[in-house]
Each structure stands twice: as structure tokens, then as C-alpha cells.
């Protein structure tokens, strides 16, 4: 089983999952973990171990996904990564790529999905205007 | 196998994230008259159809002369109840009806859930397609369980 775990600063990731959720239904192990301005880096550090120590007990492999590249999501989330062999973090959450893992985690194995994740993610950004001049 | 669908976002993410792939769905059918005329909103539902799924734009009036493939399976999308009357009194068959989306607006103040939101006229035509023989039953995504509507609303 792949577990999710979203962290963001403030609750973006939270509402993130709440928005995907809406299209694709309610899915088993993914969790979300908001950080504000409040929380010292002990605070964050033990929510993730808390959040991670669950979800490593139903679940073999864990991808984090956090917003930015270099920001304190990123930084915490990085030393349980390394310490769960299959795992991942994969940085500028976006609401395609949460889509797809929420679809596929279930079905698809480890490699594949994430491989999937990045492709749908980076899909996504695009300007659609010229996308739709072009086809006419 | 044929899902009939009335959502007023037609061609959206829950259509195509989730019911096209919990019935491996190969053809989509948007069943109406302004996008059928409208070329950006076609283009814009292009744009959001896998490419890998038959997209068509019909009237109304021409779906029940459409001929489906028995070994494929469909969804056919309609804006409205009203549209769906039309193309069942044109001739369409239709057995089961799900209703996935049709939002609030003025003037509809019968509440059939979050996504479903019906006007005095869409209750009657509710009835009537009811009275049909058509199973109807509310349904955002697969994920949810259907809920049947009868002809007591």
C-alpha cells in the first residue's frame, strides 16, 4: 500500500486534498500536515514523525508531496524520507498531480506512479489560450 | 454500456478523472444545442477530453438517431432535465438517468442534495421521465452511493 502525506505552509495541502477529493471520492491513507508561523521546527518535525509513524502502520511505501522546492516543508520531510526506503517527496503540489495519485496509488506500483505523477503534474501547467489558437 | 448523465458542467474533472476511467468509457456525447454551435466551448472541451476518448457534439434532437457501438461503452452528457425530455420524446431510450450535477440558480429551491437543485418545471419534468419507466438516481462520482429518485419529489 502507498500512503500520501501532504505538507504545505499554512493549509493549503489540506484544502488541496479536500478539492481533489470533490473529483475523485474519499481515498484511504492520505493525510495532510499544515505548517504556520506558530509552530517551532520541533512542532513541525514531531507532526510529521507523528503523521508518518501512522501511515507507515498500514502503509510499506510513503510519497510526501510539499509545496515549494526549499521551503520548511521540504526540509523537514526530507530526513523520514530517507530513513523509508520507498519513498518519495516531490515538490510543487499541484491539484493534477494529487489527482493522479489519489487515482492510481491503489492500483499502480511505486515506480510507475510516480513516473505518472510528474508527467500529469507538469502536464498541467500550461496557457490554454494558445494551446486552443493553435488547434483551429 | 451507455451512462446518461445531466450535469450542467457537461464536460468537468469528476466526468473526466473518475467516471471515465471506474467504466472504461471510450466515447463521450455532449448532448447540446449551444455547444454544439458554440466553437470555443467545443474547443475548450476538446482540450479537456483525453486523447485517447471519442469526443461528438449533438443536438438534442439528434441523439436519438445516433447509433451506439454495443461493444463500447459511452457517456452521454445533457445541460438539463428539460433536454433530456426533448430527446426521449424524439425517440431516445434511455433505462437508467444519473444525475450528477445541476446546480443552483434562482428559482430552484427544491434541494436534492448538494449538487442537485431543482425549480417547480425541472420537479415535473423529473416526474415524467419517472412516470416513463426511467430509473433515475442522484450521483456526483462512482465513489458515491446512487440515490433513486422517485415520482414522489
Given amino acids: ?136 | 454500456m451507455i451512462i446518461f448523465r445531466v450535469d450542467d458542467r457537461l464536460i468537468h474533472g469528476q466526468v473526466v478523472e473518475n467516471w471515465l476511467g471506474a467504466f472504461n468509457i471510450k466515447h463521450i456525447l455532449v448532448v447540446n444545442d449551444e455547444v454544439k454551435k458554440d466553437e470555443l466551448r467545443r474547443n475548450i472541451m476538446r482540450f479537456s477530453t483525453p486523447e485517447n476518448i471519442e469526443l461528438d457534439f449533438l443536438d438534442v434532437s439528434g441523439i436519438s438517431n445516433f447509433t451506439f457501438n454495443e461493444n463500447k461503452n459511452y457517456i452521454v452528457l445533457f445541460e438539463t432535465l428539460d433536454d433530456v425530455l426533448s430527446a426521449v420524446k424524439s425517440g431516445l431510450k434511455i433505462e437508467k438517468l444519473n444525475l450528477g450535477g445541476i446546480h443552483y440558480a434562482k428559482g430552484r429551491n427544491f434541494s436534492l442534495g448538494k449538487a442537485i437543485f431543482l425549480s417547480d418545471g425541472e420537479c415535473a419534468v423529473l416526474r415524467e421521465l419517472v412516470s416513463k419507466g426511467i430509473d433515475i438516481y442522484m450521483q456526483a462520482i462512482p465513489q458515491e452511493n446512487g440515490v433513486k429518485v422517485g415520482a414522489d419529489i
Avoid: W
Fill in chain 1, 1 to 136: 500500500m502507498i500512503g500520501i502525506i501532504v505538507v504545505t505552509h499554512s493549509d493549503f495541502g489540506a484544502y488541496l486534498i479536500e478539492a481533489s477529493e470533490h473529483v475523485v471520492g474519499q481515498k484511504e491513507n492520505v493525510v495532510s500536515i499544515s505548517i504556520n508561523a506558530r509552530m517551532s521546527i520541533d512542532d513541525i518535525k514531531s507532526s510529521v514523525k507523528r503523521v508518518t509513524d501512522d501511515i507507515r502502520t498500514k502503509c510499506d511505501s510513503v510519497i510526501y508531496f510539499v509545496d515549494i522546492p526549499g521551503g520548511t516543508p521540504m526540509n523537514v520531510v526530507l530526513p523520514f524520507a530517507k530513513d523509508i526506503e520507498k519513498s518519495a517527496v516531490i515538490c510543487g503540489v499541484n491539484m493534477s498531480m494529487l489527482i493522479s495519485a489519489l487515482n492510481l496509488k491503489d492500483i499502480m506500483d511505486f515506480d510507475a506512479l510516480l513516473e505518472k505523477i510528474i508527467i500529469d503534474g507538469k502536464k498541467s501547467i500550461c496557457e490554454v489560450k494558445s494551446i486552443l489558437s493553435k488547434k483551429n
